[in-house]
């Protein structure tokens, strides 16, 4: 009798742990779920330019990453502010791509729209892109303390941030192409 209620006992434990191991994996729905919850994030400074092949490949990025500090999928699920962590993991891995290459800066400022808005001449080869957001990540980093400083200044939409940072953008033009701009520091406050 003890044997059989041993025997008993040990299985329930077993489907017991089975079930919670289960419990904690993610699994490919779960993912989809969470990229498609990181989509929402599209619109943001930096993604709205990305590829949709970039799109992907940057939500992968936060998926790893949260999956990775929350292994078990309902603790992620259950957290209080579910949304607020996705949004610090995505703008957390922003910060990381624009820490790991200048060269990501094309994101934010693309180079088609700084051809029409007057601060890049137009037929610019890789390489002379390349240098003007090399240029403008030293100028970055030397403004702002750090890419978290210089994210949240980009966000803020504040006239003072905006002309600061158009003011790099115009400097880097004019020392790397002789480009001649007129730097217009009036801010317009409403």
């Given at each position: 009798?003890?044997?059989?209620?041993?025997?008993?006992?040990?299985?329930?434990a077993?489907m017991?742990?089975?079930?919670?191991?289960?419990?904690r994996?993610?699994?490919?729905?779960?993912?989809?779920?969470?990229?498609?919850?990181?989509?929402?994030?599209?619109?943001?400074?930096?993604?709205?330019?990305?590829?949709?092949?970039e799109?992907?490949?940057?939500?992968?990025?936060?998926?790893?990453?949260?999956?990775?500090?929350?292994?078990v999928?309902?603790t992620?699920?259950?957290?209080?502010?579910?949304?607020?962590?996705?949004e610090?993991?995505?703008?957390?891995?922003?910060?990381?791509?624009?820490?790991?290459?200048?060269?990501?800066?094309?994101?934010?400022?693309?180079?088609?729209?700084?051809?029409?808005?007057?601060?890049?001449?137009?037929?610019?080869?890789?390489?002379?892109?390349?240098?003007?957001y090399?240029?403008?990540?030293?100028?970055?980093?030397?403004t702002?303390?750090?890419?978290?400083?210089?994210?949240?200044?980009?966000?803020?939409?504040?006239?003072?941030d905006?002309?600061?940072?158009?003011?790099?953008?115009?400097?880097?033009?004019s020392?790397?192409?002789?480009?001649?701009?007129?730097?217009?520091?009036?801010?317009i406050?409403?």
């Amino acid at each position: 009798m003890k044997k059989s209620i041993l025997t008993l006992m040990a299985i329930v434990a077993i489907m017991l742990v089975g079930g919670c191991a289960k419990e904690r994996k993610w699994g490919d729905a779960e993912r989809d779920k969470l990229r498609n919850e990181v989509r929402a994030y599209r619109d943001m400074v930096y993604l709205d330019n990305l590829a949709e092949a970039e799109f992907d490949l940057f939500a992968g990025d936060v998926v790893e990453a949260i999956e990775i500090d929350y292994p078990v999928y309902t603790t992620f699920v259950e957290l209080p502010g579910r949304g607020d962590t996705v949004e610090v993991y995505v703008v957390s891995t922003i910060i990381e791509e624009l820490n790991a290459d200048p060269h990501n800066l094309r994101n934010i400022f693309p180079y088609p729209q700084l051809v029409a808005d007057g601060i890049l001449p137009a037929g610019l080869n890789h390489q002379a892109q390349r240098a003007f957001y090399d240029c403008l990540s030293h100028k970055i980093k030397r403004t702002y303390r750090s890419t978290s400083a210089f994210f949240d200044a980009l966000t803020s939409g504040a006239p003072a941030d905006s002309a600061k940072i158009a003011n790099m953008e115009m400097q880097c033009a004019s020392d790397l192409f002789d480009w001649g701009i007129e730097i217009d520091d009036t801010i317009i406050v409403e």
